[in-house]
């Protein structure tokens, strides 16, 4: 039992490792591959350690973090291009980027903006709406 109990934690450490590794390196992450030799397991191994701890596939975890990674920068910085924004996501240029946002998530680079951009505009106002009433 104890035995098996040190088996799990070690295996929620690997996961959140490798879930850090993706974090801090998306940007040098293209693929699954990629992030498997990064995490330095087989390709499988990491499908299973992601999947049992995270209950996702590691390349939809991959696409995930890509598109939070994107809405950040726009966050940071509205003005920033597409291509600048697909190098800094680990994606090869704005072409790869567009091809990305389209098949994944039914938008484009332009959309994604005004979309990121409408929820700031409306969180700001929530706040002062908030500030008012007290």
Do not use: C
């Amino acid at each position: 039992m104890r035995e098996n109990h040190l088996t799990q934690q070690n295996g929620r450490l690997r996961a959140r490792r490798m879930t850090t590794l993706l974090e801090q390196e998306l940007e040098k992450i293209p693929d699954v591959q990629t992030w498997a030799a990064r995490a330095r397991v087989s390709r499988g191994s990491l499908n299973r350690i992601i999947k049992r701890h995270f209950g996702v596939a590691p390349k939809r975890m991959l696409r995930r973090h890509r598109y939070r990674m994107i809405a950040e920068m726009i966050k940071k910085d509205p003005q920033i291009t597409s291509y600048a924004a697909a190098l800094n996501a680990g994606l090869r240029d704005d072409k790869a980027l567009y091809k990305f946002l389209d098949k994944y998530y039914g938008t484009t680079f332009t959309q994604m903006r005004k979309d990121v951009l409408r929820s700031i505009g409306e969180a700001s106002r929530e706040t002062s709406d908030v500030k008012r009433e007290t």
